[in-house]
């Protein structure tokens, strides 16, 4: 019986841990978590994330289990509900099964902004503050609207494709192609400008600048595995971005 | 003037990103004003000094402690806050440009971006971690006074 319930508590433990990492929360912040829940619920649980693997172990027994998480966007609702959630479990304001249930309900389904909402958002990005007295205001609506197709881009390319890196060479490419065009039909005053505000919701500034925050923590592997991946991100909207000015320089008749 | 407009713009970029990552509701707005605030101390500071580490760094410290206060008292996790916030002072542009130079054979270019883009970074992480431990002094009289 008690053998059933550890392993019942590992499980559950395993997969808040994968939620957590997936959904953008640091791996110091899944580590703690799993530690507190681990503890409210009567059991030492000692707990090692990384980018790529979750190892969760008893401290006394021989129980070890394994998460490989699949990293992918930011949705920082379910980090938010998880967190209320272990608080309400570690002042004992709910049992461990509405734990269980909440956890999973979680997992399957969480509140998400509708995709009117999120395309306004993505345009509303693409309007950067560090374009505003540089650029004219009809090349910060035209990022707006460029910024706009650019994520669209990206998202039907993440639906489409399984390798982590196309969907941005898409929308990036979307994006380079679009600017030159713009201004080569004289609308837009500069592609350049346009190209800088549109990537702004595709580009890895915040995952790069997290990857550093936890080589200084000394979360080294994790670190560095995030680092790469921001690196990565980076040329692919580089090579995009080139191939779509390419493509629209011989569109418009010149090489 | 410049000053309120660069702030409303940065509110509603911080807003934006906030949309796409799917920040819970009642954090939004909150994560706006925070941004808002980061960037405008950065461009006070850019009026003062051209170093790029002084201004990225300020700029990080004003969102890390405002962050902080922030999120003890509507009770959720930190990055709620800054993931959205630091979004107009992250070297998201300057790697694109290094690691586009470097496609286009341009290695002097794409080095100087690179260094460029992890100064700036250790200076948002170096402001951050700063703003922590001195909110870290505080936090018992700012959560005993609500």
Redesign the interface.
């Given at each position: 019986m008690a053998e059933k319930r550890l392993e019942n508590i590992m499980d559950v433990c395993g997969l808040i841990a994968k939620i957590l990492l997936e959904s953008?929360?640091?791996t110091t912040?899944v580590e703690s978590t799993i530690a507190f829940i681990g503890k409210a619920a009567g059991v030492e649980l000692n707990c090692h994330a990384t980018m790529t693997a979750i190892f969760i172990s008893t401290e006394s027994g021989a129980t070890t289990h394994l998460v490989k998480p699949n990293v992918s966007?930011?949705?920082?609702?379910?980090?938010?509900?998880i967190?209320?959630l272990s608080?309400q479990f570690s002042a004992h304001e709910i049992d461990f099964d509405e734990l269980e249930r909440s956890v999973q309900a979680i997992d399957h389904q969480?509140i998400?902004?509708t995709w009117l909402?999120?395309i306004?958002?993505?345009?509303?990005?693409?309007?950067?503050?560090?374009l505003?007295?540089k650029a004219s205001w009809s090349d910060l609506a035209l990022a707006f609207l460029v910024g706009i197709v650019g994520?669209l881009a990206s998202q039907w390319g993440s639906k489409h494709s399984k390798s982590p890196y196309l969907s941005v060479i898409v929308g990036s490419l979307v994006i380079g192609l679009l600017a030159n065009l713009l201004q080569y039909v004289g609308i837009a005053d500069s592609a350049a400008n346009i190209i800088?505000g549109s990537?702004?919701?595709l580009?890895?500034?915040?995952p790069?600048?997290n990857s550093?925050?936890e080589i200084?923590d000394r979360d080294i592997l994790s670190g560095l595995v995030r680092g790469i991946d921001?690196?990565m991100i980076?040329?692919s909207?580089?090579?995009g971005?080139?191939v779509g000015s390419f493509m629209a320089h011989i569109l418009t008749g010149g090489i | 003037m410049?000053l309120a407009?660069?702030f409303i713009?940065?509110f509603?970029?911080t807003?934006?990103?906030?949309?796409?990552?799917?920040?819970?509701r009642r954090?939004l707005f909150l994560a706006g004003v925070t941004g808002a605030c980061g960037?405008t101390v950065y461009l006070l500071t850019a009026q003062v000094t051209s170093n790029i580490i002084l201004q990225n760094f300020l700029g990080a410290l004003t969102i890390g402690l405002l962050a902080n206060i922030v999120a003890v008292r509507i009770?959720?996790?930190v990055?709620?806050l800054y993931?959205p916030g630091?979004?107009?002072l992250?070297?998201?542009?300057v790697?694109?440009t290094?690691?586009?130079e470097?496609?286009?054979g341009n290695y002097i270019n794409a080095g100087r971006n690179l260094i460029r883009?992890?100064v700036i970074?250790?200076a948002?992480?170096?402001g951050?971690?700063i703003a922590e431990s001195i909110f870290r002094r505080v936090r018992y009289r700012i959560m005993h006074r609500s």
């Open positions: 953008g929360a640091e912040r966007a930011f949705n920082l609702q379910k980090v938010d509900e967190n209320s608080r969480v998400d902004f909402q999120k306004i958002g993505a345009g509303l990005v693409s309007v950067t503050p560090m505003l007295f994520y800088i990537l702004m919701p580009v890895p500034g915040v790069l600048t550093l925050r200084i921001a690196i980076a040329g909207i580089g090579i971005t080139i | 410049e407009v660069q713009v940065s509603l970029s807003i934006g990103f906030g949309i796409i990552t799917n920040v819970p954090v960037w009770k959720a996790p990055n709620m993931v630091l979004v107009s992250v070297p998201g542009i790697i694109y290094s690691l586009k470097f496609t286009l883009t992890l970074a250790f948002i992480d170096i951050f971690a």
